[in-house]
């Protein structure tokens, strides 16, 4: 692993001549004067004073050579459909889009909210905003009305685009109606709503508000709307991520940085070229959605699949088939859609053709080696799992096949990737740990290229939340714990706050809390996340009810249980609804007052709860224990 090791050092130790040959990979309309401002640490400004455009780098400057290949190719095995759209077709939809969005008054730097599925014109928005400057904020269709005031709110929109409605395992999931309920609760709802109709759900438009996408692309095809080139550390987008607060950051990204961060990615992580094909299996409102399903591939040349749908429709084969059919060479899953296949015939794996297929990436949660061994098995391609998050928006740990092959291990997500200067610190001194020591995993500033630039209007709420957390030095915190063996392997061994991660999304105990509090029959409740064998975790909630006799007859209480769920699956969404709901008379806390969470969940795991002596009351955990029989 020396090379790895040597492209690393140079990474950080030579980094304005390793990050000016990396920026040589996009293309910038004015070039850069400096390679990195960081004068203001923690802040770091990339590629300073060079001006460039993501839209530009994705679509535009592919069309001497790529004009009639395959840029975008979207299967939906929910409402059976499929499409692939040529470079040049990319570039007519992204021009009309841009000049819709335009013509709405949208301009540089304003804001623009997308609540969208996997459909094309999904892809179409979000390039267009970049095209002309707009700042993107694309909300998972999964989140609901609470959640999705709270990201309007923040991020004050100028306009959202939305369709009527998407559909998940054959079953249609409105998306109008929860929008119109999320901007009634709103204090500055935008003027205009932009409704992508895809005919699938009834919706009520808003007169004078709702605008109807087809009717505006039509009148606007052929349009031609000029790139706006942006200074490097401009935004290009905010996407809203879970911390230990009920509050969601808004993870600021960067526009030069990021380009030239996931142009170098598509290289020397993924070992791709220009005309390839590119699969990833994620959700455009996540960060691997952001950086693999649009950016990475479109900037790197290659074709991205975007695919509305599930790995099990119409069987265990779809994603196979969809490799065979398109001849991807990169696949992009979570260890959860692959727990979901080793439920189905293992005989499905090799039913296609999978020559074309180099590997496997898989990223968002633990990956643990059964999973690992059987999938690498079942098809005979190497798997990498690589670790990062919303914040760093590119892998931070990962094999890089395009640097050097070397052999990966179950478990571990292998080494750094160049550029993040990751170490293994002590949580209560701050010095950097040794060999096979469990710390928490941080990066020595300044963040790389593509990793967020700040929160979204919370420049001071950037730097108390990541970088004041260890002892003794300003880095960042990635409140993963985490080990280096002898060997030079990374592991990742759990969050070190609340933050919890349900089938590879991540989600903040605090907000579910604050949602099952919001029914009037709870007096206060503790949500954690709990091992599950599919998804990873799940969540359960431990609730002390006002009047506790509502739950004392089993009927009672578990009516009271589903009328919660309900509760939380209308403010936040499907993805956050507890897995199960336990009544209490008491939540385990310290004298101080502090719920006992770790107690909590060893003893949903079956483990020793460990050392119990600052607990107030023993029996609290006694009825947590009992609650689960
Ligand atoms: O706890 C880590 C876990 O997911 C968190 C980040 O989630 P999110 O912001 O949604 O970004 C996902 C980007 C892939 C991390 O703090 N996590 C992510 N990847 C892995 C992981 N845990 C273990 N192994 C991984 N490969």
């Not at 699949?305 to 899953?333: C, H, M």
């Not at 160049?418 to 040794?434: C, K, N, Q, T």
């Not at 209490?584 to 107690?599: D, E, F, M, N, Y």
Request: net charge negative.
């Amino acid at each position: 692993m020396q090379k790895t090791r040597d492209f690393h050092y140079r990474s950080v130790h030579d980094r304005d001549a390793f990050w000016r040959e990396q920026a040589g990979r996009v293309h910038w309309e004015t070039p850069f004067e400096s390679v990195l401002d960081f004068s203001r640490p923690p802040f770091a400004k990339w590629f300073v004073g060079g001006q460039t455009n993501l839209c530009y780098n994705a679509v535009d400057r592919w069309l001497p050579t790529q004009a009639d290949k395959p840029a975008l190719i979207w299967v939906s095995t929910e409402v059976e459909r499929e499409r692939v759209y040529t470079r040049q077709e990319v570039y007519e939809e992204v021009n009309a889009a841009a000049a819709v969005l335009r013509d709405l008054g949208v301009g540089r730097g304003d804001r623009v909210l997308l609540y969208m599925p996997m459909v094309p014109e999904a892809v179409f928005t979000m390039l267009a905003c970049a095209r002309i400057g707009a700042v993107h904020s694309v909300v998972f269709g999964g989140f609901a009305s609470v959640n999705l005031a709270q990201r309007i709110d923040d991020a004050a929109p100028k306009v959202i685009v939305c369709t009527d409605a998407g559909s998940r395992a054959g079953k249609v999931v409105p998306y109008k109606p929860l929008l119109d309920r999320a901007l009634a609760l709103c204090k500055t709802p935008p003027a205009s709503v932009v409704v992508f109709d895809r005919g699938l759900a009834p919706f009520e438009p808003v007169a004078g508000r709702d605008l109807d996408y087809a009717t505006l692309r039509a009148a606007q095809r052929g349009a031609r709307v000029p790139v706006t080139w942006l200074e490097s550390s401009e935004p290009s987008y905010i996407l809203y991520t879970s911390g230990t607060t009920g509050k969601p950051k808004g993870v600021q990204r960067d526009t030069g940085g990021y380009a030239v961060a996931l142009a170098s990615s598509m290289e020397y992580l993924f070992n791709g070229k220009a005309g390839d094909t590119f699969f990833c299996t994620s959700d455009i409102g996540w960060v691997v959605g952001h950086s693999y399903i649009v950016y990475g591939p479109l900037i790197g040349g290659q074709a991205t699949v975007l695919y509305e749908g599930t790995p099990v429709r119409p069987d265990g084969a779809i994603l196979w088939k969809l490799v065979e059919q398109f001849g991807v060479n990169t696949l992009f899953s979570a260890p959860t859609a692959v727990r979901v296949l080793k439920r189905q015939d293992p005989a499905l794996l090799k039913k296609h053709d999978l020559s074309t297929l180099r590997a496997v990436y898989l990223a968002g949660e633990p990956l643990d080696e059964p999973t690992a061994q059987w999938i690498s098995e079942g098809l005979g391609k190497p798997i990498i799992d690589n670790y990062w998050q919303t914040e760093s928006g590119w892998p931070i740990l990962s094999a890089q096949p395009g640097v050097e092959h070397v052999p990966t291990r179950f478990g571990s997500p292998s080494f750094p990737v160049y550029g993040f200067d990751a170490r293994i610190v002590s949580e209560s001194s701050g010095e950097d740990l040794g060999p096979d020591q469990k710390g928490v995993v941080a990066i020595v500033p300044p963040l790389p290229p593509g990793a967020m630039s700040t929160i979204w209007g919370d420049d001071e709420r950037f730097v108390q939340t990541y970088f004041t957390s260890i002892p003794g030095r300003q880095v960042y915190s990635t409140f993963d714990w985490g080990l280096v063996d002898a060997d030079g392997y990374w592991f990742i061994l759990g969050r070190t706050d609340d933050v919890i991660n349900v089938a590879g999304h991540r989600l903040g105990t605090r907000e579910i809390e604050e949602s099952v509090n919001s029914h009037s029959g709870i007096a206060e409740c503790a949500v954690v996340g709990v091992a599950d064998a599919l998804k990873g975790q799940v969540a359960m909630a431990f609730a002390v009810l006002k009047n506790p006799a509502a739950a004392e007859t089993p009927e009672g209480a578990k009516q009271l249980e589903a009328d919660i769920m309900r509760l939380v699956e209308d403010q936040l969404g499907a993805v956050a609804r507890p897995a199960r709901i336990r009544f209490v008379g008491a939540l385990p806390k310290t004298r101080s007052g502090k719920v006992l969470r770790r107690a909590i969940v060893a003893v949903c795991e079956g483990r020793d709860p460990g050392d119990l002596t600052t607990i107030e009351d023993p029996t609290a955990l006694e009825q947590i224990k009992e609650s689960l029989q």
